[in-house]
Structures are given as C-alpha cells and as structure tokens.
C-alpha cells in the first residue's frame, strides 16, 4: 500500500505505523460537563467506542520512518484505495483544536 | 584541570576515518561534521527564516538538502531541519547557533548521536533500490530523506550526481556499514 504524504510524495505503507480512528482528535473536555458522571461516560466512549466500518473510514497513521508526522488517511477498508491524506495538526485546528 | 589521555574515535573504532572501495563504489566514514537540529517554535517560522537568512544557513523545503557557505542544512520534518558545519570550527554548534536564535527556535547538539558515510559511484541507483525505497532514479542533487536501511531510520542526503551522504545512528555504525559494503559488492 503506498500513502501518499502531503509533502513528501507517495511512500510505502511500511514506513507508517497505524493508530486508529482519526475520531481520536476528538478527545472531550472532561471540564466541560455538568458532573463527573456524565464527564466519565463521555471519555468511556472516547476511548472503548468505534465505528467499524465497511467503506470509507477516516484514520490516523504515523510516518514513524520518514519525517514523523501524524496523518489524517482517508481510506476505503473494503478497497484500501486511499482518496485523501492531510496532516493531523492541520485538521485538529481546523476543528478549533491544538493552538 | 585533570590531564585526559583520551583521543577520540571514529563511529568504526578506528584512530581515522575508515574508507572502502569496491568496483567503482567508494564508502568513507565521515567525522569533520558538527550537527545541530533545529525546531522552529510554534508561530516562530518567519523568524526563524529571516534569522537563518542573515546568518547564512540554508534552510530548504520539504525533502530538500542545501549547502551555504559555512552551514548547510536538510529538511527533517516540518518546521525542523538538522544543520551542519565543519566540525574543526563548529565543535560546540549549539553554542555558536543559539544566539541567533534565542528563544525563537530549539537547538539540540546531534553530532554524535549519528555515524555519516559517504558514498560514491557512477551508478548509486542500483546500489540503493538494494538497501531502501528512496527512489534515487526519481530524485537528484538537493534530495533528502528519512528512510530505512537495514531496519535502520537513516538520513539519505544527495550532494551531487554520484556522491551521497547516509546518516544513521552511531550505536549501529557498524550494521549499517555492513549493509552499504554488501549492498555495494550485490550491486557490482
């Protein structure tokens, strides 16, 4: 499988290592909710919650052997035809994330 | 001050740099580096480029290595490129670098944390599609990467045509050696 990096071009999948679900960016503000209860089921979800699914799945991978970004990888599970790849940090911010 | 009758070794152990030739393939040790990296710090990017700029060091894109008069410099990562300089005048890099930079970029010393071979043929190509999946025939003088060679993470730096730089960690300076010789006498 070759990826292909936003800045480096297309390389073999065997320089990544693979994360997971790209809805990890995701994490909630445990702060944010109105007591602890609902602040511990939210981040139960975050973290044992996730969809599984046949087709389009959003993903995080890491370009551990090359210049160690963390990638968004947009890719078909059924297909593994890959129809987009962008920079985690650029997503978390578009999101409102990370300064 | 105690009197050390310590001399310095190459990554090989050897007194002086080690160098091999095999067919028309050279491979040299190369220890007249100093390496510093440097990361620019969040929001700092502008300054850190106007100041690189005054103080001559090159700081090329993405995939791109370039050579000043005094420094050069390759692409490691966004926002972070690893310099060099003549080791001779350059020893303590850090502290030459960081009154440029201040507080807008971080320096790390990384001159002996890597062994540098050089290598030199008229044909690199057939002698690297052997060690890793950085694609020599697709790229030329300036290109340079992070790849894996002998499970190693390396810097793979092209100075010009038929001349390259491979940077790899020095605790396996001699494995990735190794690597080089026998891909070398694979490839010729």
Known sequence: ?99 | MADHRLHPITPLGHDTPHSVTIGPVTITEVTDTALASLAARLGEGKAVADIADTAGIPLPGSGHAAQGATFAAFWLSPDMWMVEAPFATHEDIVAILKPHFGETASLTEQTDAWARFDVTAPDLPAMFERLCNFDLRAHGPGAATRTVIEHLGCYVVIRAPGHLSVLGPRSSAASLFHALETAARSAF
């Open chain 1, 1 to 99: 499988m070759i990826i292909n990096h936003p800045l480096l071009g297309p390389r073999d999948a065997q320089e990544f290592t693979y994360l997971g679900d790209a809805a990890l960016i995701d994490r909630p503000d445990g702060m944010a909710f109105p007591d602890a209860t609902a602040a511990q089921d939210a981040f139960h979800d975050y973290l044992y919650l996730r969809d599984n699914p046949a087709g389009e799945h959003r993903e995080l991978w890491f370009h551990e052997q090359g210049d160690r970004s963390w990638l968004v990888v947009t890719r078909n599970t059924v297909t593994h035809e890959i129809t987009k790849v962008e920079f985690a940090r650029d997503v978390a911010r578009s999101r409102g994330r990370s300064k």
